[in-house]
Every structure is written in structure tokens, then in C-alpha cells.
């Protein structure tokens, strides 16, 4: 009785670590029991949230050329994979949208190579289907008894925002600012916002959810995408040639087919 | 709950190793609280903890989750004496979709609260018609907070009910009391610790509360942006900031667990 009583303590502990070990330790070790067998490797790509589409379905051909890697990813906030990436996450490609997250990473000394930039995004206006309020540009935001949704200052979309706003010398009085574009989204598909301001890309990802209308004034506040392959990266090569197919012609006709613009010159 | 309170009082019963998977569970809760405050970075601590946005973070979620309490409070009590005394058909299942809030995701909760009073929600049309508009208001942050706080309430107080049992309300009906004045006057001041322990809780969940008021209620300094989605936002662009709201969140809820326990101590005894 008293020894199987002094092994429980141990039983706790395997428990415990089993507890703690979660899906960050899934990466790796799925990697390295499937490359014991002929060489298949797995790359894991950290992306921004508003890449799903599009990064799922350059995965997907990446892996058709490259037969034996599988490419994983985890879309996030932008500023919760830095996070992640600077506390060790690990991830062998980053692709961010915005520079200043990126400049985080770079800060931190974990970029292979150079961070190159292969997108651009500009905000518009997201309405629940149909247009019930009739929004028609920028400044109709403004229209008192108007439910707008944007993102807080604090995040990438809420930044292009505000440069938005002074861009077009309007002042908008949203009923919320949202943490991120995909909440903006989120209260203009329930229709509880008359109209949110979202990537164009996200508009064009809703589908029949939402009604786009884009404004001239956008071209004042891109936001450019930049994918870096990680020097923490145990696939290094593999790592550098997702970056490049990305950046390739055929990554840019799948982004632009998402409704990403051509990156800056 | 006293009966088991007293036997665990005695202690010597206990086996020794029960003490090890004990120890750590303490270290799983206390080692990542500590971390937080060993992250606070002090000198900028009154800075960041009275800035505007922070100050209208705190005042919002004091005013608000004081508000739920009294919502669940009101509409708590008669729930719980329902559940604890009458003898209605279906109880079991009527507690169990009054404790679901305690196991469903928050979001889940906020999605639901969405549909039932939200713009195209089941109630939506007839809101609307009467000029009632819930999202992105401070009242659909009491919603969100009353709809996951009530449960805390109803199973604190159901428990304290069945515990006094019903001997002193025989008692007082058999000398000629009407049931509401058995109910005012023996019942309830019967089971005040566990409506106080019930409330306590209902205000530290309703604090806390973030997964639902997104959903449901948006993120608008003043308005709508409770202490958590203050936290959650801050932690974009000032960690230091977010770090120094938890803390402060982190010792409110100490605050209220302490005088929580301290309660129950007081009523074992």
C-alpha cells in the first residue's frame, strides 16, 4: 500500500508535464518521428489572420511540388505570432501584415536572410448585404445615427484607419473598436454594424456575407505584407523556398486572386 | 457542507501523499500569477494604471459587474428557491440549462445572446420597434456578464438552502406565518452567508468577464471596454500596460476570493 502510495507522486508529475507539453510540442515531434521514414519534413508558416485563404491554397501547391513536405500553419494577429516567435515558438516562415511586426522580429535577430515584402491590402468598407444604409464613401461614415465598426488604433487595420480619416478629413465616431479586423467583420455579418471598415481582402473572402464599398481614399493607407524565413528554422532550405514561392509569380496570381495588391517597387 | 467541513477540520485521517498533487496544484495557479508580477514594471506602475483609457477601464467594469450582481441577485434568489424548494416537474433539467453558462465557452454565450436580442435576432424586430437597442450599449455588457455570472449565484445559494434545511420554516408556518413572511424572515436570513459567498462570485465572474462582451457587446473606451478587453488590447501595442491592468484585475479578484472565504470561515464556525 505504501509503495504504490510513494508512486503516485510520479504519476502527478508525468501527468502534469503531459498537461503543460499542449500543441507547441506537437510540431516538432510530429516532424521528427515522420522524418525518421524516407525524409518528409514538415514546415510550420506563422501568417496574419487575413493570409487563410490564400496561404492555405499556396500550402497546398507548394506541397504538390515539393512531394514529401507538409506545410503547416497558424494564423493569427500578426502581433500575437511575434510574440509567439520571440518566445521560441516553433515556426520556420513568418509572414506578417504589417512592417512594424515584422521590425520586431528583425529587432530580435531571428530573420534568415531578408524579410521581403509580396502583398499589399487597403481597407473598404464592409456592409451587411444589400447596403440596407446605403454607405456610399468614406466620409457618408460620418452620417450621425450611422453604426460604425473599425479596429482600435492600437492594431495594424485600425492604424490604416485613422491614416484613412486623415487622409479624407473626415472624423468617424465608431460604437466600437474592435481588437481585431476579424471582430470588425464578425459585428457587420450579424448586422449589428450599419458598416465596418476591413481589409479588401476580407470583403472579398466574406462572400455573399457582406456588401463591399470600396473608397479612392485607401490608396492613402496600404498595408504592405512582408514574409521572412527564420533563422530558428531547422529546415532552412525548405524554409527560404516557401518565402520564395510565395514571392514567385504564381504565389503573387493566388494572392492577387484574393484581392491582395502588387507589392511596392 | 459544516458536517464535512468539521470531519476535514480534525485532519487525521488524512494520508500523507495526498499533500504532493496538492502542492502542485498551488504551483500551477500560484507560479504563473507570480510571474505576472515579477513582469510589472514598477516604476511606470502609476503611470500606466492611472492612465485615462486604464481609469475608464476600471470605473466601467466596477460600475458594470456591480450591476450584473444586482441582476443576478434579482432574478438568482427566486431561483434558487425554486430549485432547492418547490416540488415543480422537470427541475433537473430546468437546473441544468440554468448552470450551462458555467460550462459553455464565453463566446458561445455572447453568439447566443447575438441571436436572441441582437439586430436579427430572435427578438430583434420587436426590440427594435420599441426603440431598444442592445449591441454596443453598457446594458449589453451587464447582459453578457449577468448571463455567465447567474449560475455562480443560483448553485452558491441552492447549496446554502438545502444545507439549513426546512426545520425552522415548519416551525414558523406552524405558528400561523404566511410563506412570504417564513420566506423574509427565516429563510433568507438563514442562508445570508451563502448569499453573500453566491453575489461575491457573481461580481468577481462578472469582472472578469470578456469572451461574451466581445461577442455581444463590441470594445468602446467608456462604453463598452471592460477591464479584460482593455488587457486584451493593451497587450498590442504596451505590455507593460497590459501587464499592470492585470495585476490590478489579478488583486481585485484576490480581494473578493479573500473576503469570499473569509465569509465561509466565519459562518463554519
Redesign the interface.
Known sequence: MRRR??A??VV??LL?AGCGAGPSAAGPSAASSASSSAAPLTITVFAAASLRTSFTELGAAFEARHPGTTVAFSFA?S?DLVSQIVAGAPADVFASADEANMAKVLEQELIAGRAVDFATNVLEIATPPGNPARVASFADLARPGL?V?VC?P??PCGAAAVKAEAATGTTLT??????SVT?VL??VT???ADAGLVYATDVRAAGAAVTGVPFPESAGAVNTYPIAALSNSEHAADAAAFRDFVTSADGRAVLAAAGFGEPPA | MRAARAAGGEGSAL?R?VF??AA?GVL?VAVPLAAIVARVDWVRFPALVTSASSVAALRLSLRTAGASTACCIVVGVPLALVLARSALPGLRVLRAVVLLPLVLPPVVGGLAL?YAV???GLFGPALEAAGIRV??TTASVVLAQTFVSLPFLVVSLEGALRTAGRRYEAVAASLGAAPSRVLLRVTLPLVLPGLVSGAVLAFARSLGEFGAT??V?????GT??TLP?EI??????DPDAAVALALVLVVVAAVVVVAVHGRRGAGAR
Open positions: 502510495a510513494a503516485l507522486p502527478a508529475v502534469l494577429g502581433s453604426d465598426v482600435a492600437q492594431v465608431p460604437v466600437s473598436e474592435e481588437s471582430d464578425g459585428k450579424s448586422g449589428e | 494520508p501523499w504532493v498533487p502542485l500551477l447575438l441582437g439586430r436579427q449591441a454596443f466581445l461577442t457587446a463590441g470594445s468602446l473606451q463598452t471596454r478587453l486584451y488590447l493593451q497587450r498590442e501595442t
